[in-house]
Every structure is written in structure tokens, then in C-alpha cells.
């Protein structure tokens, strides 16, 4: 099983794989002045695509004796953001999402890896990998592992999304594991809190 290649990518993009989609890699906007502004490159590359960040955030700022329970998530840990960028508290975290939204092909399974502008800046992003038969928005765990706060750009790019095909189909999609029941991620927009 390898890594789908940028025409892949796209073909499949047209078949509404991401919506919506670029079919080449944008790394430059015209700003308010009418002058060329990089930006944080964002749409495909030669064996990936780029999602951007939407501006939505949940900041994780835990109240007074909290603790993280993964199977009771504690949707007051979190405060709710909409901007055009965030900055990230030191050894902070948040969740974020996609401004795509994606239906993956019963076939192919996709993984998260980070973008290097922000790896190099401290920036962790963690995605479990978008399953087979798998719709929606991407959820985004990104956390600052520096002493320092980190600012980002919501509408430019974030991460980085490698595509493989299975050699054959499999027995279970994450439309279909659940046997009749609804998978509890599916369909998702914006930053979702944990669900058990």
C-alpha cells in the first residue's frame, strides 16, 4: 500500500473526496493593500494535501480542581474561539478543524502529519486517521510544546494528509463497523469534544 500521488489525489477530490479542494498549492494571497502576502501554504502536494485551519477554536482552560476524564469529557474545560488567528498559550492546547470537509473512499484511509512551518515553531498536531467511508470535518488536536505563546492563522494551511489505498477492501468501513448504529465521529463539524 502506498502513498497517493497529487493527481490521485485530485482525481478524487472530484469525486468529492474534499470539499472544496485546490488543484494546486496556494502560498500567496493579495492583501488589503493590493500587495502579494505569503501565506502558509495550503491544497496538494506531491504525495499529500495541505487542509486550512478554520477560524474556530476550543481552547482548553480547565477550571479550578479539574481533571481530564477521556471517557467524561468536561465540555467547560474548553473556551470557544472565533478569530482570524489564535494565539497559543505556552505548553497550552486546543481543538481545531478543517475548512474542508471530507468523505473518504471506502478503499483508502488518510493520516495526519504536521506542516513544517509549525513543527518548527513547537507546534504539535495530532488527527487519528480518517477511516474508510469516513465524512466530515477534520478535528485538530494542536498543542504548544514551548515555554513561549504561539500565534496562529486560521484560513492558511496546518497540516499535512497522506493518502494510501488498501490493497483490497476491508470487512468493516467506519460507516459500517458499527453493524446499523451511527460511528460517533461521523459527520462532524468543527472542533468536537471527545465522545465515548
Known sequence: MGAL???QIIELCRDGMITPYERESINTKIDLTNKWEKIISFGPSSYGYDPR??????????YPGAIIDVKHPEPRNFIEIEADTIVLPAHSYMLGSTIELFDIPS???????????????GIFINVTPAEPQWKGELTLEIANLTPVPIKLYANEGICQLLFFRGEQQCKFTYATKNRGFPSKYQDQRGATHAIL
Open 107 to 121: 478503499d483508502v484511509i488518510v493520516v495526519c502529519v504536521g506542516k513544517s512551518t509549525y513543527a518548527r515553531a
Open 53 to 62: 485551519l478554520a477560524p474556530r477554536y476550543k481552547l482548553f482552560s480547565p
Open 5 to 7: 500521488a497529487d493527481f
